[in-house]
Nanobody
């Protein structure tokens, strides 16, 4: 079993920054991927960023240049650094762990950006 716990959500003004963390525990594997999704009220959940290694990352176009995904393998933790935040970034952010056995979701953390 893999268990994920998310931290770092909150309320910030437009132009501000926030850093999300997702800590994995349990039967994690070395070969795995970690993703950040978000879901705004009334909208579908969308993939924001993915990471397998430093040179293997991907971002949705709306956050490129503003968000950075990274991971600390020693701490089994993935991060999402969010800069230049916009009201459109307001959503519940979810961490997802994946390997050949399947997927595990974090509990979600609320990010609210005011204008």
């Amino acid at each position: 079993q893999v268990h994920l716990v998310e931290f770092g959500g909150g309320l910030v003004q437009a132009g501000g920054s926030l850093r999300l963390s997702c800590a994995a525990s349990g039967s994690t594997l070395n070969i795995s991927g970690m993703d950040w999704y978000r879901q705004a009220p009334g909208k579908q959940r969308e993939l924001v960023a993915s990471i397998i290694s430093v040179r293997n990352t991907n971002y949705t176009n709306s956050v490129k240049g503003r968000f950075t995904i990274s991971r600390d393998n020693a701490k089994n933790t993935v991060y999402l650094q969010m800069n230049s935040l916009k009201p459109e970034d307001t959503a519940v952010y979810y961490c997802k762990y994946r390997d050949f056995r399947g997927e595990v979701w974090g509990q979600g953390t609320q990010v609210t950006v005011t204008s």
